[in-house]
């Protein structure tokens, strides 16, 4: 058996044993997308909707593989070339030969289906039309394979220096940032008026079709050529305008397959990633003298202290600060200023999701948690009032000065929403980590922003929606009530919200920790996800932290 297939063997086989929540999740959501891709392609052919949407869900489907690795990075279940170094091979044959594997994903599965709607577009227009579109769906496919797998090469690559994750972070965070308000602008220009009452509409001077410059624009990039080749198959275009599009992503699909083996074989020469500590230790009078608080400040200051040395928190504390910045920068401009004192919201959400799977971030460190009497309660409570010190005394402040900027009429209600998101992100954070656990790896083994900490995508999503949930309760009382948007009254309302969010959470987080803290050990220790739900209790693990006992005071330390 050749080096390339026993590759794509082992990747299959990490893919067929590795955590199923994640790939099932990420499989029925991306189903679901390209299904639509799929769905837009025929009500194009019907006459029910205008063609040129099929270029827009082309676009954003295609632009996935880019921002996937970039917003995402090291959460891919892929073979680290890093565990191939000490071969007897030369660095550039051992990325030669990993390149194959690399289309064994996922992700690959779920844009063949999208891209399927360019069979579905030249159906009608006879077998040369299918032809060109058969070999439309090949190219496009492969080319986004190779732009994503290029993209995942220069993140980590960036991630591996100070500076770098600096650039990087500050790319992931534009890109949620217009994740999050990049419709504002839009919205702000087909409903100007709506912060005054207005509820007139601005519709485009084409209705039902995407502007043709637009359009143009869309086909001209190398996520849209591929579509390109097949709308000039269908139209009877002469032969080179069908043929340039594809020669274009042959020649893209050369380039970043060279691009990428380069890439890997320049982090073969060179040993695995370490980011710099940043951990200063010294002796002071303060460091000897016994501290108040009990352990409950023990936890909070271990957990301050872990999110700035952590790379892995740290970016994504940095995400947190910083991209709701951006957010405001893409409002302000616009008829929306109104809005602004609601990016609050959207604040306490990127704490919450940023912050869903410390558990799992600390790994078998969990052991200390669960043999220490009486630690469980210090933990919830502790990791709750770094959380606010951290994320949630920040979003406030930014909240208040938002409402004072702007002066919208509705500040009262986004401050009171933003307390009530605070509230519910500060109490799920934690227990969406011990729920929903992205297990990588442990945290002695990860010594960059670059190393394997497993996908959160689902816990992430679990906490968005909780969070707005909870933010939008404070204005649904007052609604119902009759009472007037004053501050007094929506500030006590998402107090309320807020307080009965972190008190009702804490407990159940501190409930599933007794209930499955040793099964949940086992699975940090064996890397395996689904041991949490059999909940084993013959593990190394489960009966350390079942039969072991320590008498000295909790400290909240890690492993």
């Not at 995407?210 to 579509?227: A, F, H, K, M, Q």
Request: charged content about 10%; hydrophobic content about 55%; glycine content about 10%.
């Amino acid at each position: 058996m050749s080096m390339s297939a026993t590759f794509a063997s082992m990747r299959w086989t990490i893919i067929r044993h590795g955590p199923h929540d994640e790939r099932g999740f990420g499989l029925v959501v991306g189903l679901v997308a390209a299904s639509g891709v799929i769905v837009l392609a025929a009500l194009g052919l019907s006459g029910a909707l205008h063609p040129s949407w099929l270029t827009v869900g082309i676009f954003f489907f295609g632009v996935t593989w880019l921002l996937g690795p970039i917003l995402v990075p090291g959460s891919s279940p892929t073979l680290d070339p890093q565990w191939f170094r000490t071969l007897p091979r030369r660095p550039r044959r051992i990325a030669r030969e990993l390149a194959p594997s690399e289309a064994i994903s996922v992700g690959t599965v779920i844009t063949a289906v999208a891209l399927s709607s360019f069979i579905v577009v030249a159906a009608l227009h006879g077998p040369v039309a299918v032809i060109v579109a058969t070999l439309a769906v090949a190219l496009q496919l492969v080319f986004l394979l190779w732009l994503g797998r290029c993209a995942a090469a220069v993140v980590a690559g960036l991630l591996r220096s100070t500076a770098g994750t600096w650039m990087a972070a500050v790319q992931m965070s534009v890109l949620l940032a217009i994740s999050f308000a990049g419709w504002v602008p839009i919205a702000a220009v087909v409903l100007p008026n709506l912060g005054e009452g207005g509820t007139e509409l601005i519709t485009p001077s084409i209705a039902g079709a995407v502007p043709i410059g637009i359009e143009r624009v869309l086909l001209s990039l190398p996520t849209g050529w591929g579509l390109a080749a097949v709308l000039a198959a269908t139209s009877s275009a002469p032969l080179v305008t069908v043929a340039m599009p594809l020669l274009g992503l042959l020649v893209g699909v050369l380039v970043l397959r060279s691009l990428w083996i380069g890439l890997t074989a320049r982090v073969l020469r060179h040993p695995p990633a370490r980011t710099k500590s940043n951990v200063i230790a010294w002796s002071t009078a303060s460091s000897r003298r016994p501290r108040t608080g009990g352990p409950t400040r023990a936890v909070m200051t271990r957990e301050i202290k872990t999110w700035f040395r952590d790379p892995h928190r740290r970016l994504g504390m940095i995400h947190a600060w910083i991209t709701p910045l951006f957010m405001v920068a893409l409002v302000a401009p616009t008829s929306w200023s109104w809005a602004l004192p609601f990016i609050g919201i959207m604040a306490a959400v990127l704490g919450a999701m940023v912050a869903v799977n410390t558990y799992a971030l600390d790994g078998t460190a969990l052991w200390q948690l669960l043999t220490t009497p009486g630690a469980i309660s210090a933990d919830v409570r502790g990791r709750q009032l770094a959380w606010l010190l951290l994320f949630g005394i920040p979003t406030l402040a930014l909240t208040l000065a938002l409402c004072l900027i702007s002066q919208s009429p509705l500040s009262a209600i986004a401050f009171g929403m933003t307390v009530a998101a605070i509230g519910a992100a500060c109490g799920s954070a934690p227990l969406w980590g011990v729920l929903m656990p992205a297990i990588g790896a442990d945290a002695r083994d990860r010594v960059s922003s670059t190393s394997r900490t497993g996908n959160p995508a689902g816990a992430q999503y679990t906490a968005f929606a909780a969070v707005v949930a909870a933010a939008l309760v404070p204005a649904l009382l007052i609604n119902l009530i009759g009472a007037e948007l004053l501050w007094v009254v929506n500030t006590i309302a998402g107090v309320v919200v807020s307080a009965g969010a972190v008190t009702g959470l804490a407990v159940l987080t501190r409930s599933r920790l007794r209930r499955s803290g040793p099964a949940l050990l086992g699975a940090m220790e064996s890397g395996d996800i689904s041991q949490l739900r059999n909940r084993p209790s013959t593990s190394k693990s489960a009966r350390r932290s079942q039969c072991a006992s320590q008498t000295g005071p909790f400290i909240g330390g890690r492993s």
